[in-house]
């Protein structure tokens, strides 16, 4: 595929073949990904890829809690609910996305529904956690490195017909995540990637979110044409 193709192609995948995949395609991905660019190269991820029952432990944990009304425990600021502009893009992006699944406005049983399957991260095969060394929480430069290998994640995945969703649901229980796979007290769990093999016949996976137009985002400055 062109790198065209990929960026302008790929888009969030959140209906999985039961079709696991290999650990080789895995690395092969990261092994592209960690190429991404950070502040003065200080590299500051760790990345823990999760399956199998140990993925399902984080499914069963992270929906007992949710259900239990635990509040959600995450090791970075959250911005509350977003507003204005910010609120209408998500409004518009799950309007798309609950057409396409037919879930009607006020089918609250549906939409209930949706929101666990969120926090099953799509009942994806493979979970990549993305975490960084908490001794550079107080700035927010290493969330800029961790969003450079993530995107660096999701592309190679799409390259490979590997889609995924970044997705914040899944690790919405950080001390759920932490007791299944180990991750150290010295690391922050930013967010993780749920991947697998698309299922084509899932309707969520042909929404095609909108982006502004161009005009609306750029400022050049300078320029004289
Ligand atoms: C940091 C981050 C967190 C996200 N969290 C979720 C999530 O919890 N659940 C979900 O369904 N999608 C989540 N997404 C996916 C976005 O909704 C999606 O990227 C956006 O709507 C644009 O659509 P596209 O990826 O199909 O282009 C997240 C994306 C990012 C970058």
New binding site residues.
């Given amino acids: 595929m062109e790198f065209e193709d990929v960026v302008r192609g790929r888009?969030?995948i959140?209906g999985y073949k039961k079709k696991p995949v290999p650990r080789k395609v895995i690395q092969e991905i990261i092994d592209i990904a960690k190429n991404a660019p950070s502040s003065m190269n200080t590299q500051p991820w760790h990345l823990w890829v999760v399956t199998g029952d140990a993925l399902d432990r984080i499914r069963k944990g992270n929906t007992e809690n949710m259900l239990a009304g635990v509040p959600p425990t995450r090791d970075i600021n959250a911005h509350g609910a977003y507003e204005g502009v910010h609120r209408q893009r998500q409004i518009d992006?799950a309007v798309q996305l609950f057409e396409a699944m037919g879930i009607a406005r006020h089918d609250k049983e549906m939409r209930q529904d949706w929101v666990m399957r969120?926090f099953r991260q799509f009942d994806a095969p493979v979970s990549i956690v993305l975490t960084f060394d908490k001794v550079l929480e107080a700035g927010a430069v290493c969330h800029f490195d961790m969003g450079a290998i993530c995107f660096g994640i999701v592309l190679g995945a799409w390259e490979r017909r590997l889609g995924c969703?970044?997705?914040?649901?899944g690790i919405m229980q950080s001390q759920v995540v932490r007791e299944v796979t180990g991750i150290p007290e010295d690391q922050n769990i930013m967010?993780c990637i749920a991947m697998g093999y698309p299922d084509d016949s899932f309707p969520a996976n042909g929404a095609r979110?909108r982006r502004q137009d161009t005009d609306g985002l750029v400022h050049f400055v300078g320029f004289e044409d």
Avoid: D, E, L, P
């Fill in positions: 888009r969030s959140r992006v969120g969703v970044i997705n914040s649901q967010t979110s």
